[in-house]
C-alpha cells in the first residue's frame, strides 16, 4: 500500500466540489484519495494499492486466446485426428499448420499435456 501526500493552496471547502469529481474519476481503479485539513492548510492524500493499480494498467494486455471458450486437451485433438483431416482440424483449432506441429513435437520432447 502507497501513500503520497499534498498540500493545497486556500481552504478545505474550496476544494470540496473538485473532490467529489476526482473520488468519481479514480473509482474502481485502487486509487483512494481524501481531502482533509491540517494546521489551516486543506491535505489531498492518495492512498493505492500496488497490486489493484498493477491490474489495472496490465488489464487486457497481451494477445488474444484462440478457441477460448473451448480449450482442447491433446488427447482430444489427437482423437480429432482420426476423425478429420488436417485442415478441417486446423481450422477448427484456429491454428496454424506449423504451431500445430510445433507443440507436438514439444509434447514428444518434453512428455507434456497442455491445451491446444
Given at each position: 500500500m502507497g501513500r503520497?501526500?499534498?498540500m493545497l493552496a486556500g481552504?478545505?471547502?474550496?476544494?470540496?466540489q473538485d473532490m467529489s469529481l476526482l473520488k468519481e474519476i479514480?473509482?474502481?481503479t485502487g486509487i483512494n484519495a481524501?481531502?482533509?485539513e491540517k494546521d489551516g492548510y486543506a491535505w489531498l492524500k492518495f492512498d493505492?494499492?500496488?497490486?489493484?493499480v498493477g491490474r489495472k494498467k496490465t488489464r487486457n494486455a497481451g494477445r488474444r486466446e484462440k478457441m477460448s471458450a473451448s480449450l482442447l486437451k491433446v488427447?482430444?485433438?489427437l482423437e480429432m485426428n482420426k476423425t478429420m483431416?488436417?485442415?478441417e482440424m486446423l481450422e477448427k483449432l484456429?491454428?496454424?499448420r506449423s504451431t500445430y506441429y510445433r507443440r507436438l513435437r514439444s509434447i514428444d520432447e518434453n512428455n507434456l499435456d497442455f491445451h491446444f
Open positions: 503520497l501526500n499534498f481552504k478545505i471547502d474550496m476544494h470540496i479514480l473509482g474502481g481524501e481531502l482533509t493505492y494499492d500496488y497490486s489493484a488427447s482430444e485433438v483431416s488436417e485442415k484456429q491454428i496454424s
